[in-house]
């Protein structure tokens, strides 16, 4: 009960308030809060700083950057917040101003993103790059997974949150992990639509995933290990974070002979061979089902495989009393 009142008493301001409906849209920083609302930084820092004491958000820290978002809805602080937030009324003209304010922001966010990008001669949608048949390659995934019930997804190397934005009708949460800040710029723009609200991204590594052991259902691997060094090891920290009999699926291009992805994309490696996923998936214990595949200009496989469940340990068998 006492955790309850913290949480009402915290929400029960118009300022906090419109914070948490403006988390529901996505992750901000106090400095963009500051520029939404048009308060100072001090005065919102203070509000904050009780909303996240009360459990109602959650920082994440990501170099000088401190992040805010509501906690995912499984905890009883995320519920608490996400049912009194469809309490307020969609059309209130503060919270739709706020709105408003807040899609510059991320626009201008995803603008940034995209600029630096451009000044660095790189693209940020390889498939595009590459002339590669996303839709088609969308189609085969949706098709290859179960119509609902996903649960708890995490996507490697997310790039621009594509992929969540696709799955977000069939999964519980979905998490995205990247390494570059201006990708996770345009998946936050990307993500901060209505019904998006359980998607979220955070800067990761793919060989040490901020994240507990077994605590998704479905990792996602698309167009990330031709760039892994060390692709058993990408490999053995997703199959760490699945839990038993969860799914791993990774999208690739199969062996190729287009030696200028190497310069021009950097790519470590020119697809990759079914025997050889196959190998790594055995090696971190995963049990592969047949692949998937969409032509194209360059072939893109689907690779599935499923996690073990743990060996139920034996039970000692009792010794008979007679
Ligand atoms: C070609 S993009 C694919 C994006 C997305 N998965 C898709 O299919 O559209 C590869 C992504 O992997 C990310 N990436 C590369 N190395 C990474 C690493 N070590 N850890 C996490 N992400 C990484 C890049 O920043 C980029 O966003």
Redesign the pocket.
């Known amino acids: 009960m006492e955790e309850l009142l913290t949480g009402l008493r915290a929400c029960a301001e118009p300022t906090r308030l419109r914070l948490l409906a403006l988390a529901a849209r996505g992750a901000f920083c106090v400095m963009d809060f500051a520029d939404i609302l048009g308060q100072s930084q001090p005065r919102l820092s203070r509000h904050l700083r009780l909303l996240v004491e009360a459990g109602l958000l959650e920082r994440q820290r990501e170099g000088a950057n401190v992040w805010l978002a509501l906690p995912q809805a499984a905890t009883p602080a995320g519920s608490l917040v996400r049912s009194l937030l469809a309490r307020l009324p969609e059309d209130d003209a503060c919270l739709v101003a706020d709105r408003r304010h807040a899609a510059r922001v991320l626009a201008d966010r995803a603008r940034i993103a995209s600029e630096s990008f451009r000044s660095k001669g790189a693209d ?4 595009r790059a590459l002339g590669l048949p ?1 839709a088609a390659v969308e189609h085969a995934l949706l098709a290859a997974l179960p119509a609902v019930d996903l649960g708890r997804v995490l ?6 949150g ?2 969540l934005e696709v799955l977000a009708p069939r999964i519980d949460s979905g998490l995205g ?4 800040r201006q ?1 996770l710029a345009l998946a936050r723009a990307r993500l901060a639509k209505p019904g998006l609200g359980h998607c979220a991204v955070r800067l ?4 040490r995933l901020p994240l507990p052991d077994a605590a998704f259902d479905l990792v ?5 290990l031709h ?2 060094e060390d692709p058993a090891a ?1 490999m053995a920290e997703a199959a760490r974070v699945l839990r038993p009999r969860g799914r791993l699926l990774v ?1 690739d291009l199969a062996a190729h002979g287009r030696a200028e992805c190497r310069e021009r ?1 950097a790519h470590r490696w020119l697809g990759f061979a079914d025997d050889r996923i196959a190998d790594l998936f055995r090696t971190v214990g995963l049990a592969p089902s047949p692949a998937i595949s969409v032509p194209g200009p360059l072939e893109i496989r689907l690779w599935g495989a499923t996690s073990l469940a743990p060996v139920a340990a034996k039970q000692p068998e009792l010794e008979s009393t007679q």
Not at 155 to 160: A, E, N, S, V
Not at 177 to 180: Q, T
Not at 204 to 207: A, N, T
Not at 220 to 224: A, D, N, R, S, T
């Open positions: 940020w949608d390889e498939m996303a996507d490697i190397g997310t790039g621009t594509a992929l992990i990247d390494a570059s990708m990761g590594d793919m060989y996602v691997l698309q167009m990330i760039y892994a990408a999208v994309l």
